[in-house]
């Protein structure tokens, strides 16, 4: 709906490392129980998007492709809802010992693959699309 929720914060040293403080992710107002970070303007979302459950995986998968949003955590990726106009939709899955990250990045991808659009994973062997390309 476009509606603002909160003000995200993650705090980062220069090596894209999270700082090392207490709680280096917060936010300013509200909570993260619903909605995503739209690192792109709306109208920059035309035929295709990415979506990560995490932020810093989210500007890892930017990397690729354009636009991208970060879903924040693994139940707001779970039901993020396919959107009207969207052809295409890339998932960058975490992969997680819970096995939590990789269900909700396939419980988003059916829905959007029920609605007609083409779905594509990014999915590392572990951890996530970030833990990937910082290790090498």
């Known amino acids: 709906s476009g509606v603002a929720k909160s003000l995200h914060f993650t705090w980062v040293q220069a090596n894209g490392d999270k700082a090392a403080i207490q709680n280096p992710k917060r936010t300013l107002r509200g909570h993260s129980s ?20 995490g932020l810093e995986n989210a500007l890892t998968l930017a990397h690729s492709i354009t636009p991208v949003w970060s879903c924040v955590n693994k139940a707001n990726l779970a039901k993020f809802p ?3 106009g969207i052809e295409s939709m890339t998932i960058a899955v975490d992969i ?41």
């Open 34 to 53: 619903s909605g995503v970070i739209r690192l792109f303007p709306d109208e920059s979302v035309t035929t295709g998007l990415g979506i990560a459950e």
């Open 82 to 84: 396919a959107l009207n």
């Open 96 to 136: 997680d010992a819970d096995g939590g990250g990789e269900k909700a990045a396939m419980d988003c991808a059916q829905r959007w693959v029920d609605s007609g659009a083409a779905v594509y994973l990014s999915k590392p062997p572990t951890g996530d699309l970030n833990d990937m390309v910082r290790e090498g």
